[in-house]
């Protein structure tokens, strides 16, 4: 069974999302909130998906000092997935960016997905994260494959929410040697952390959503 917060900006909209996962018998919504109240409530109800319903990109601050992105997968609802800050979203630690009006069938599948650790992203979500300016990350060279092979096995394991004992049980290679695959890619890709490298990673082309 998948625990699911939902977080909306109005009670009719909370209502559509409740009903529509209901209709999943593998699902439990466990609590449903406005969007503050849904983050205030996370470590209480403790669920595997956090689906938040927004018009809007302003969410990524509030999920990052909410300590929600470290324990479940976050999924946005969004009026403009063009316009929402993609690469800002994908470092706090959402996993999914679907539009508002998306349906049911959608949800339950981003919902399913995210859970096992990939990420889920609209077209135009996509669109707008390969559009980041490359002046952000000049040392990227698209026309290059700056990872090895390892490098970028290790980087897909990362994306799909792997820890560090989970890739070298995998590998059959070291806890160490997975932290040095880890730097080696940090340094390469100019990444501050595991999100940004994937984002970059996704750019490159290194890693398919």
Do not use: W, Y
Not at 145 to 167: D, S
């Amino acid at each position: 069974m998948t625990r699911v917060l939902i977080g909306a900006t109005s009670g009719a909209e909370r209502a559509r999302l409740e009903s529509s996962l209901t209709k999943n018998a593998t699902f439990e919504v466990v609590g449903s909130f406005s969007i503050d109240q849904a983050l205030a409530h996370f470590e209480e109800l403790q669920p595997d998906v956090v689906l938040l319903e927004s018009p809007a990109d302003e969410l990524s601050a509030e999920i990052e000092s909410s300590g929600v992105s470290s324990d479940a997968a976050i999924i946005i609802l969004t009026d403009d997935t063009e316009k929402f800050l993609t690469g800002s979203a994908l470092n706090s630690g959402v996993r999914a960016i679907l539009p508002r009006e998306v349906k049911p069938e959608e949800i339950f599948a981003a919902v399913q997905a995210c859970v096992t650790g990939l990420v889920v992203l609209h077209p135009d979500a996509l669109d707008s994260l390969l559009a980041v300016d490359a002046d952000e990350h000049p040392e990227l060279d698209f026309s290059d494959q700056i990872l090895t092979p390892r490098e970028i096995e290790v980087l897909r394991m990362i994306a799909e929410g792997l820890g560090n004992k989970e890739i070298a049980s995998k590998l059959k290679i070291s806890d160490h040697t997975v932290k040095f695959h880890i730097s080696a890619i940090f340094a390469k890709l100019g990444a501050v952390n595991r999100a940004e490298a994937v984002t970059l990673g996704i750019r490159l082309g290194v890693i398919m959503v």
